[in-house]
């Protein structure tokens, strides 16, 4: 059986090739099972899928603006990419903590030999609490990178269930008190209302110290750019509540020229490249593959929308 | 028993705490067991050590310059550091790596938005093939990590001997073909007469290709800077025979300011803090504990030389 897939609006080399490799046909929408929706938000969506449409993948982890419009039915399966792009997120995260503890931004900057400034600032991660505010795909994917870097890691989710490979878990409901034990902290939870400037100035200033010398801690952002209150945290930054902060995430993004941000020696930051596009194009077109061998076999897809629980 | 031990030329708390809870005593040369020498280099070390001095701890792993003086008799033992500082810096070098894999020198400079320009072109540590060159204790400190971070590991040593962790282990015989077989190259080996420019022109145009789009590769360089021709370097990273490289040691050190490394975006430069102090003080006061122990249990000790095989 050769399965029949729509890809819309476009497709890509890596898209075309794994679904060759995996023996699907790329066919028209009324002739499809299967639809593979590449774009990143909802633009140019059909307005009515056909009866024929059995499964829709989407390309994105986050799928918070499809519930909301309302487009997703339950006349049919929806998937999202959840855990597709995590692996490569969460080695942005370890990056842009590894490189404020190593204070590459004011390196990067030099044109002359600070050493004599910052050999006795820079850090190791060796012996860190670090804080994953929300342990969800991308968070649990630090974990192992984490622990091999020699950090010690407290998962924080909802329910403080047990996640595995922290050395603990704590309830959302008690960030405050994690962030003191912390030494730093990274931001990997979804923008939900709930978590709409989850860290303000209380909770920067909770941001624990470090084990050696009592510096402040540092917070990287790799989630969404609305969990933190930007003004509260440049302050943070330009007072020394905390040492650093490393963000591919902003809020307003893109963050406007002129921002006081851009030029901070302790602020590294990235535009929002956290999940590199040749490797998003690659991870998708695996994940499909993987989907799609799932839906021939008849057995639950990866990342099955659930409307009743998600975010 | 309670152990002497001379600390010259100069203690600090992190070293004073530590041979407190060891339960050893600091006393005068002429009264103690052992010497820890304190000092980076030869300046100021006794030049006749009385007879009593039965063991000398010196702080450096590289101890070149200590065999080259004749400085290390055979009356004693005498143990390097070697080891002590292996993980902080194999950490650094991760850092440079994924900081130049995700462009952090461009980013870092940047004061506008620029993922139009990056998004595309950031890589992932993940699924690439790094040569370590040179693996010593800095460089099987580095496995585990790029193992972790999803990349593959090619060990380069003397002997082509296997290397616990690496997916291949090669003689420094074969050095171009495993560059040509690498995505990426780190540089950890010691400074020899015979590692001296070990990495030129040649090399850095095998050093091998992005598994997605082709791009060159990136070199890192915590080791020492006489390993690289310098030149040829700059003039690979200027015409893009490689894509990037993160340098922690140059040759000549301090790098003079005004050379066209310190503006290059595509080089990521730290001034030799892969060793960061305080760590640097607190690793070696560990160390120094863990000698101390086996020293009074009249056992072997961790990185005792032999002047007959060192470097």
Redesign the interface.
């Known amino acids: 059986m050769t399965l029949k897939m729509a890809v819309l609006p476009t497709s890509n080399l890596y898209l075309d090739n794994a679904l060759e490799s995996a023996g699907a046909a790329v066919v028209s929408l009324d002739d499809a099972q299967a639809l593979i929706w590449t774009g990143s938000d909802q633009t140019g969506f059909p307005h009515e899928l056909p009866k024929n449409i059995e499964w829709v993948q989407l390309k994105s982890a986050g799928i918070r603006p499809w519930i909301t419009s309302g487009r997703i039915d339950s006349y049919r399966k929806w998937t999202s990419a959840v855990g597709a792009y995590s692996?490569?997120v969460a080695?942005?995260a370890?990056?842009l903590l590894?490189?404020s503890l190593?204070q590459?931004?004011l390196?990067?900057?030099?044109?002359?030999?600070?050493?004599a400034d910052?050999?006795?600032t820079?850090?190791?991660?060796?012996g860190r609490k670090v804080a994953i505010v929300g342990a969800g795909s991308i968070g649990r994917a630090m974990i192992?990178?984490l622990?091999?870097?020699?950090a010690r890691v407290i998962a924080v989710n909802r329910s403080g269930h047990d996640v595995e490979g922290a050395e603990t878990t704590a309830a959302s409901g008690d960030l405050e008190e994690v962030l003191t034990a912390a030494d730093d902290a990274v931001l990997s939870g979804a923008s939900t209302d709930e978590t709409h400037h989850l860290i303000g100035a209380t909770q920067l200033a909770a941001l624990g110290s470090d084990p050696?010398?009592g510096a402040p801690g540092v917070l990287v952002n790799i989630a969404r750019g609305d969990l933190v209150d930007t003004d509260a945290l440049t302050h943070a930054l330009q007072s020394g509540t905390i040492s650093g902060a490393g963000l591919d995430v902003f809020d307003p993004e893109?963050?406007p020229?002129g921002h006081p941000l851009?030029?901070m020696d302790n602020v590294?930051?990235?535009?929002?490249?956290a999940n590199?596009?040749?490797?998003m194009l690659?991870n998708f077109a695996d994940f499909v593959v993987k989907n799609l061998c799932l839906f021939e076999a008849g057995r639950k897809l990866k990342a099955e929308i659930d409307l009743n629980r998600s975010y």
Do not use: F, M, Y
């Not at 820079?122 to 060796?126: A, E, T």
């Not at 622990?147 to 020699?150: A, C, F, I, L």
């Not at 590199?276 to 490797?279: H, L």
């Open positions: 692996d490569d080695e942005h370890v990056a590894l490189g190593r590459l931004p390196h990067a900057r030099a044109s002359t030999w600070l050493k910052t050999w006795d820079v850090r190791s991660l060796r192992p990178l622990n091999s870097h020699g050696l010398d893109p963050l020229s851009w030029t590294l930051i990235t535009p929002h490249i590199p596009k040749q490797r690659k």
